[in-house]
């Protein structure tokens, strides 16, 4: 079965304290990995989408690796504002039927003043 | 910019109610999407429309039903609703469903079936 395994859970760091979270994936045919963010009572936003293995994409804070295996969202002295839920999203080919995106669980980020 | 609206924003209902969530989007998006969040589960895809006039079941769909009504509004209804359907629903919208194509999200409707 195709899974998206975000780690850790939860992360609480200070500010401009730098750390990277997880996005590992067990699926065939992939298309393409997303990160988004979501804020508390909101949508996710998207930030990034990777394409094939080594592949890199940076904003402001944050950066965003893939590996064959996994990704990693990279967090460079992050600020209070960069407190949220980052969901890792892989798209991958079916065969048919519904080829959405499967989402992971989540990281939730707070970082601390 | 608007983006995708959905309402509404809460819902409380027993069990055997139904409902209608509207969405709509001013993006002029080809591809609309349903999708639950519930607690320590990732985004569940229910249904999505990649096309003006055509609708798919997505990963979860009982229980549900969908129209496009056209290229700008999505609804989800709920025909009997059941505790099970408690969760908060997001309505996006995408330019196609090619590959690789970013989605963009409404606020959610947070729903409660007691």
């Known amino acids: 079965e195709d899974q998206v395994t975000q780690s850790p859970e939860a992360l609480r760091l200070q500010e401009g304290e730098s750390s990277s979270l997880n996005c590992s994936y067990t699926?065939?045919?992939?298309?393409?990995l997303f990160w988004y963010r979501q804020d508390p009572g909101k949508g996710p936003e998207f930030l990034f989408t990777l394409y094939s293995a080594g592949e890199e994409k940076e904003k402001e804070r944050l950066k965003a690796t893939l590996t064959k295996k996994e990704s990693f969202l990279h967090i460079t002295a992050p600020k209070p504002e960069d407190s949220a839920t980052y969901l890792c999203?892989?798209?991958?080919?079916?065969?048919?039927?519904?080829?959405?995106?499967?989402f992971g669980k989540g990281t939730h980020l707070i970082i601390q003043p | 910019n608007a983006g995708v609206t959905q309402t509404p924003k809460f819902q409380v209902l027993k069990t055997g109610q139904s409902m209608t969530l509207q969405c709509a989007q001013d993006?002029?998006?080809?591809?609309m999407y349903w999708y639950r969040q519930d607690p320590g589960m990732g985004l569940r895809l229910i249904y999505y429309s990649a096309s003006e006039g055509t609708t798919d079941k997505g990963e979860v769909p009982n229980g549900y039903n969908v129209s496009r009504l056209n290229k700008r509004e999505f609804s989800l209804r709920l025909e009997s609703a059941a505790p099970s359907q408690t969760s908060v629903y997001f309505c996006a919208s995408s330019e196609s469903r090619r590959r690789n194509e970013k989605l963009f999200f409404g606020s959610g409707t947070q729903l409660s079936v007691l």
């Open positions: 993006m002029n998006h080809n591809s």
């Open positions: 999203a892989v798209q991958h080919y079916s065969g048919g039927g519904a080829d959405g995106l499967t």
């Open positions: 699926v065939s045919g992939l298309r393409g």
